[in-house]
């Protein structure tokens, strides 16, 4: 039975849905399309709402089998660029795909969002549209590092929402960072780390060293463990689940790994075209390398979640393939079909308490 059926006949179609931004990205919503189409293949509970201008979005769905009866198609005609200043999103915002994508979820019509659209932008109408969660002062970006971790993920968080980030801000995205691990990764007691130039004690800027001792403080009552400072060559590691830094740190450093992913593999596929000898070679490494390929491919892990607010939203790459756009989609639906953020509020309603009593315990030892 589609969708449209079930309106008609007032039949409850189960599954999860998810409201997606068609535009904004650098490919165009051909591409978003795709990549639902990708993901609708694999998981037949999805469903979507699909933001932009209906009558372009009614003909890409068509051509994708399956893909029309569980799509709901609501008219933008307006796009968010990428040079717009969040400040004008936020007075001027109302009409475009991405604004009526977050309203979906604010609405309770659709469990998550996805967009590729403008960060900035995306971060300032789902703070207006869906606000902070209780206790949150600076909402956080988290995305998924590959890692030598037997679940092969790391979560790192901020990756860019904020470029500043105090003591305490840090100590609330050490709290939003183990409740994610904990509750989209399964990870019981996560392992949190805080990025550093060095993982010696005097090392570093005075606000990691205060944040340091309030997160050390908090482990316990929050239930996750702190293993102290961490360098950037720990990112990949297998000693830690949660890296913590500020949103400039975080964004710099995704970018250099998303970089030096590719050019890894752009390195590794001229050197196997090198002569026929090298040729052959690729041939008899076909399977490792294919492998190899996977495992550092940055589409795999497509999709930066908004922590602390009252909604999930996945922040796609805005040059995500359909690959990428599957993977962010993929995410999003994990991160609906287990009640995530409502687990995330009562995490940080109990971690409040806590990290309260830590700063005040800070505090009078100052």
Not at 168 to 177: K, R
Not at 185 to 202: A, C, I, K, S, Y
Not at 265 to 281: C, H, T, V, Y
Request: some cysteine; overall charge positive.
């Amino acid at each position: 039975m589609s969708d449209r059926q079930a309106a008609l006949t007032g039949t409850h179609v189960p599954g999860t849905v998810l409201s997606i931004d068609a535009m904004g990205g650098d490919l165009g919503p051909s591409v978003v399309v795709a990549g639902m189409a990708i993901s609708a293949g694999k998981n037949p509970d999805l469903r979507f709402i699909l933001h932009g201008p209906k009558d372009e979005l009614e003909k890409l769905v068509a051509r994708k089998r399956g893909l029309i009866d569980r799509v709901e198609i609501r008219h933008s005609d307006r796009v968010v660029t990428m040079n717009e200043k969040p400040s004008h999103v936020m007075r001027h915002g109302k009409g475009t795909s991405m604004w009526s994508a977050i309203d979906a979820v604010r609405s309770g019509d659709a469990q998550a969002a996805v967009s590729c659209g403008n960060t900035g932008a995306l971060m300032a109408v789902s703070m207006i549209r869906l606000r902070k969660i209780e206790g949150v002062n600076r909402p956080a970006i988290a995305c998924l590092w590959p890692s030598r971790n037997a679940h092969g993920f790391n979560v790192m968080l901020d990756v860019g929402a904020d470029i500043r980030a105090d003591a305490e801000d840090l100590l609330q995205y050490a709290l939003m960072g183990a409740s994610y691990a904990r509750n989209g990764m399964d990870l019981p007691r996560p392992r949190v780390g805080l990025l550093n130039v060095g993982t010696e004690d005097h090392k570093g800027r005075p606000e990691l060293k205060i944040a340091a001792d309030l997160i050390l403080r908090a482990a316990a009552a929050a239930d996750f463990e702190f293993v102290g400072f961490v360098e950037g060559g720990d990112l990949p590691s297998d000693k830690v689940d949660v890296i913590v830094t500020d949103g400039f740190t975080g964004n710099v450093a995704l970018k250099t790994g998303e970089g030096t992913a590719k050019m890894i593999s752009d390195l590794l596929r001229e050197a196997f075209k090198f002569s026929p000898l090298s040729r052959i070679a690729a041939l008899l490494a076909l399977t490792s390398m294919r492998r190899l390929s996977k495992r550092i491919d940055p589409r795999r892990v497509n999709g930066g979640v908004f922590l602390g607010l009252n909604g999930t939203v996945v922040k796609s790459h805005g040059s995500a393939d359909s690959t990428g756009i599957a993977a962010a989609i993929k995410l999003a639906a994990r991160l609906a079909a287990s009640g995530f953020n409502d687990r995330l509020a009562a995490r940080i309603a109990q971690a409040e308490h806590a990290a309260a009593l830590a700063i005040q315990d800070h505090e009078v030892q100052g």
